[in-house]
């Protein structure tokens, strides 16, 4: 039987341990497993968390293995190779296609009825792989997609606009990568669009600066990369978000990585598109509106991930 209050988190890198750390702060488990192919790492990140509980809400938390899988509501995989400078999300690929395999032997072998959330990179070939390989159902496989880039996007105009980026309203679709795509045609702050806030405010036509904006997140993780060699204090964040609309069934609309079939013109492909989450996991796409050439730029990056997933076909994608 399911734990709902019960999760995993595969994978104690940066990224996988941040995500733990995270779980353990906000109160959301009462149980967490530390899976890691070096036992002594997820035992000694287990540890280092566990003693900071004193401070935080009581949780059960060790290092274990894959059986410890068997009533694990949610499964985090954060495992695979680290991304080098230099080197794209796609071509990360078939480094951590050999290491997925392992991994989803494991997890398939002791649970099925959990929901699986991919953080690996790139995450949208990933989490295609997840549900292919696995054999769950696509709405309880999902990918961490574009929340990420959503929420570097905010930021940076809450900032040139001096708003709470929390009053910013719009997304990133597509590709977690070089293809993908804002959605600016449809952005608001606080259902204001951003053609009339910048009018009410006296400030200049601001398109240039948007792009400039969007051309910022989608090359930080690239600057981050190259100043600390990996991001995830955010990403963690980001999968945090995921998961307290999976736990709390809030059916907030996150732009996740998941299967599309037949939105925007697109089929059989794992995108961020802005999709209702709630504790089943993925329950419905929503078609956001966009204009022409936002549309012609999602079907790029479509294709864009399409290609490389043709490329991988002979490593068994």
């Known amino acids: 039987m399911i734990n709902e209050n019960k999760c ?42 566990a003693h900071g ?8 938390l060790y290092a274990g293995d894959y059986p410890d899988l068997a009533d694990a509501g949610l499964i985090v995989i954060a495992a695979g190779a680290n991304q080098k400078p230099g080197e794209t999300r796609l071509d990360l690929l078939a480094r951590n296609l050999r290491i997925f395999d392992s991994i989803l032997e494991g ?25 292919r390989r696995s054999g769950f159902p696509a709405s309880r496989v999902i990918g961490s997609g574009t929340v990420l880039d959503t929420a570097r996007l905010k930021f940076l105009v809450g900032r040139h ?45 601001q398109h240039a600066a948007l792009f400039r ?22 990403i963690a964040q980001s999968v945090l978000r995921i998961t307290r609309s999976l736990l709390r069934d809030e059916n907030s609309v996150l732009p996740v990585s998941t299967l599309v079939e037949g939105h925007y013109g697109v089929r059989d ?20 509106p966009l204009d022409a050439e936002e549309s012609r730029l999602f079907r790029h990056s479509a294709d864009t991930v399409r290609s490389t997933l043709e490329a991988a076909e002979g490593i068994r994608i």
């Open 8 to 49: 995993a988190v595969i994978g104690c890198g940066y990224v996988g341990a941040s995500i733990a750390y995270t779980y353990a702060e906000s109160g959301l488990f009462s149980e967490m497993v530390l899976i890691d192919v070096n036992r002594a790492k997820a035992e000694g990140e287990a540890l280092d968390i």
């Open 53 to 60: 509980l004193p401070f935080l809400a009581p949780m059960h």
């Open 107 to 131: 997890i398939t072998a002791w649970n099925r009825e959990g929901i699986l959330l991919v953080v690996t990179n790139p995450v949208d070939l990933l989490t295609l792989y997840t549900l």
């Open 161 to 205: 606009f001096s708003v709470d980026p929390r009053n910013v309203h719009t997304f990133i679709i597509g590709e977690h990568g070089d293809s993908e795509v804002p959605v600016f045609s449809s952005a608001n702050i606080s259902g204001i669009n951003l053609d009339d806030f910048c009018r009410l405010s006296g400030m200049e036509d």
């Open 213 to 234: 904006m969007f051309e910022e997140v989608r090359d930080s993780a690239y600057r981050i990369i190259e100043g600390k060699g990996a991001t995830y204090y955010a």
């Open 269 to 288: 492909i794992c995108l961020g598109v802005p999709s209702i989450v709630g504790r089943e996991g993925v329950k419905k796409i929503l078609d956001l």
